[in-house]
């Protein structure tokens, strides 16, 4: 692979956006995010979205030109609709609306709806916590995922974000999918032209257990952990789409999330650490916790014990020194793309 610098890239993705018609403010912020993916090794949803986004602002999908509007707000609440914008514009928006109210009430809520793919959760968990908050994301997506004893797709692959406010590199950090992987990294697989994939990952359409690529593509993603990841699926479902008044299940299209307006509902919860204690307080009591988790000996075959996003703190230090590797595939698509909209680099 080809390593690339974050700023080279976050530039050609920007060019790229542009030249497809997004408002240069709005580019950059959604070239912004998806280079952070990278960065943290998140490679699911990072460039290779570019091309999917592409198409979705050519096909109509998405509108580049709204800025979303707020429905309604009540005390620390906030209802928001996209109005098919672009996501990661929605997902700031609601970010900094939940920072205000929570500086005014402690806690403040902002739940979207009719929004577009916002990336990865843990990008807007950490604008939370950046702002002194516990920040808690989750966004509801396409029926990719049968409910626990089902074999068709009723509901997303769900993500939960959960960022606290940190002095440093390696902090707590919860990204996850309700899924046993996000449909991203079986998009990416298929893109890259990986033929196969780990089993427990997905189901062919038969819903079957299956460990080639192109069924599963075609097919649905595993709950993680049976009927606990499809509790927490349908938790994420009701807190998004059901309490946001958006579209739910099967109404937010096909199992491929990019050929459809998405019409995806999102949840974002901002805590006010210093409503309970001085945030250096809470942080050095941190401090001791994440010590004492990985104090403990690590099980066989591993060599040391980690926490939740300290993988990817470790591999952002890395890329920003050595480069982000660009697969090759996706790397020839980019540049396509960079010709077909005049910003050739």
Not at 134 to 152: D, F, H, K, M, T
Not at 319 to 329: A, L, Q
């Amino acid at each position: 692979m080809e390593r690339l610098a974050a700023e080279y890239l976050h530039r050609l993705a920007e060019s790229i956006l542009v030249g497809a018609g997004m408002p240069p403010p709005k580019a950059d912020l959604v070239a912004a995010s998806l280079v952070s993916a990278n960065l943290r090794g998140v490679d699911s949803h990072g460039l290779h979205l570019l091309p999917h986004y592409v198409n979705q602002l050519r096909a109509g999908n998405i509108d580049p030109a709204t800025d979303g509007r707020i429905v309604s707000t009540s005390g620390a609440c906030l209802l928001f609709d996209g109005c098919r914008g672009v996501g990661q514009w929605v997902a700031a928006t609601c970010c900094d609306h939940a920072i205000r109210l929570a500086q005014g009430h402690g806690v403040g809520l902002a739940v979207a709806r009719n929004s577009s793919h916002f990336g990865a959760a843990a990008y807007w968990g950490l604008r939370l916590s950046a702002a002194g908050m516990i920040g808690v994301v989750l966004c509801n997506a396409s029926p990719s995922v049968p409910p626990w004893q089902g074999r068709e797709g009723r509901i997303g692959t769900n993500p939960i974000c959960v960022s606290v406010p940190s002095t440093g590199p390696g902090a707590w950090l919860l990204d996850m999918a309700t899924t046993t992987v996000a449909m991203n990294r079986i998009l990416q697989a298929a893109a890259s032209g990986r033929p196969t994939i780990p089993l427990g990952w997905a189901l062919d359409a038969s819903g079957q257990p299956t460990t080639d690529t192109a069924a599963a593509r075609d097919g649905l993603l595993m709950p993680l952990g049976g009927y606990k990841g499809s509790g927490l699926g349908m938790m994420v479902e009701i807190l998004c789409g059901v309490l946001g008044g958006g579209a739910m299940s099967t109404a937010l299209g096909g199992v491929h999330l990019y050929d459809h307006p998405m019409h995806t509902s999102q949840f974002y919860l901002a805590i006010q650490v210093e409503r309970f204690l001085p945030l250096r307080e809470f942080q050095q009591r941190m401090e001791f916790l994440l010590p004492l988790v990985r104090s403990a000996l690590p099980a066989l075959g591993f060599g040391e014990v980690m926490v939740a996003g300290e993988p990817e703190a470790r591999t952002q230090c890395e890329r920003r020194r050595d480069g982000i590797p660009i697969e090759p595939v996706l790397l020839a698509r980019l540049r396509e793309l960079a010709r077909e909209t005049g910003t050739a680099r």
